[in-house]
């Protein structure tokens, strides 16, 4: 009966510590969609093309280095593939790749065919720069393991039984190295290499091992996520969590929650203007923040930073400091994401399907 009661006063500490957890969770959020900059600056380039990936056969029989030499002709090779795996990883990837740059509004994607007939003709290329790439490594290795299994435990002047049980699991590397060249000159803009590795669950049979690619198909598309986000543009949600009222004040409490319920509600102009009216009105610090970190929610950059900087200077609060150089690192993004696509326009005619108006409604 001990036992019950200690069992039941346990469960209710943990129910107790999970509603203080919740309650102490339950600031207000909002979501933003924002577009980054793409990590690397492509001098205005307005066309790319994807060459031919290398498999690791031709790594390693010709060493090539991607990193001092651009051997452009090689990369028009079509290459034969001994492993059916690598195969696969290698046009995944590849198509991917594609696929992200085709739907892009930032850069037009030109096919690798277009660009060798123009290489050979000597005729005017139609990509401003190249994205070349090779396997640096690919290894797939089969293991067999023994694990000593307790069939039957020892009981009295009986002893342990013990069998042995054989099981398999499938281990994978893969290494890729890329480039981005730019056409013109042939300079090298970038040279990077994504690592990785995995293996299976473990099997009975080694027939029932799962294929290659089926183990490291998630890091094949992080793989390509991460080289598109170099290439362009790209989204992504920023979730900006307002600071709670600390005050005993049961109306102020009562306006602030007012104000929060506005927020939830996607009412964020209304809601910064209620706690920019709170913050000059009492001085409240979490108000004078809400007011201004919705102001970054909406885009409204300069008006945030001046904002912000305001209740920074009368309350030299740490939360104000850090939501201050949040402002602050977002209008440096704005304006890197700005000076990409303005850069991109003077090479050429604007890209059809941008509008500034969209995403980059800043206030500056």
Not at 176 to 184: A, C, L, W
Not at 218 to 229: D, F, G, M, Q
Not at 301 to 324: F, I, Q
């Given at each position: ?83 059916a795996d690598e195969q696969l990883i ?109 293996s299976s669950y473990r099997y009975e ?82 108000a004078g923040y809400n007011a201004a ?72």
């Amino acid at each position: 009966m001990s036992l019950m009661k200690k069992s039941i006063r346990i469960s209710g500490l943990l129910f107790l510590i999970f509603i203080n957890l919740f309650l102490f969770s339950c600031a207000t959020t909002v979501n933003v969609n924002l577009t980054r900059p793409a990590q690397l600056d492509l001098n205005g380039a307005r066309t790319i093309a994807v060459l031919p990936f290398k498999p690791y056969y031709y790594y390693k029989e010709y060493e090539t280095s991607l990193g001092t030499e651009i051997l452009i002709n090689t990369f028009y090779q079509i290459f034969k593939i001994k492993d059916a795996d690598e195969q696969l990883i290698i046009d995944s990837l590849y198509s991917q790749i594609e696929h992200g740059l085709i739907n892009s509004p930032y850069i037009k994607l030109v096919s690798s065919d277009s660009v060798e007939k123009a290489l050979r003709k000597g005729s005017l290329n139609p990509a401003d720069v190249y994205l070349t790439g090779e396997v640096s490594y690919f290894s797939v290795n089969d293991r067999k393991y023994d694990e000593r299994k307790l069939v039957r435990a020892a009981s009295g002047d009986r002893a342990a039984e013990y069998q042995i049980v054989h099981y398999w699991k499938r281990e994978v590397d893969f290494n890729f190295r890329y480039q981005i060249v730019d056409s013109s000159n042939d300079k090298v803009i970038a040279v990077n290499e994504y690592r990785c590795s995995d293996s299976s669950y473990r099997y009975e049979y080694k027939g029932d091992l799962p294929s290659a690619y089926s183990i490291i198909e998630s890091y094949i598309r992080n793989c390509s996520k991460k080289i598109l986000k170099e290439l362009q543009p790209y989204t992504v949600t920023k979730s900006i969590t307002l600071l709670e009222c600390k005050t005993k004040d049961k109306a102020l409490k009562d306006r602030m929650k007012a104000a929060d319920e506005l927020a939830e509600n996607a009412m964020l102009a209304k809601a910064s203007d209620e706690f920019q009216k709170i913050y000059k009105e009492t001085g409240l610090v979490e108000a004078g923040y809400n007011a201004a970190i919705l102001q970054e929610a909406m885009g409204n950059l300069s008006k945030a930073e001046k904002m912000m900087t305001e209740v920074y200077n009368a309350n030299p609060d740490s939360r104000v400091g850090k939501g201050l150089a949040d402002i602050q690192y977002e209008i440096n993004q704005a304006n890197r994401l700005k000076k990409q696509i303005n850069e991109t326009e003077k090479t050429g005619e604007d890209l059809e399907g941008i509008d500034d108006s969209d995403d980059l409604d800043l206030d500056f």
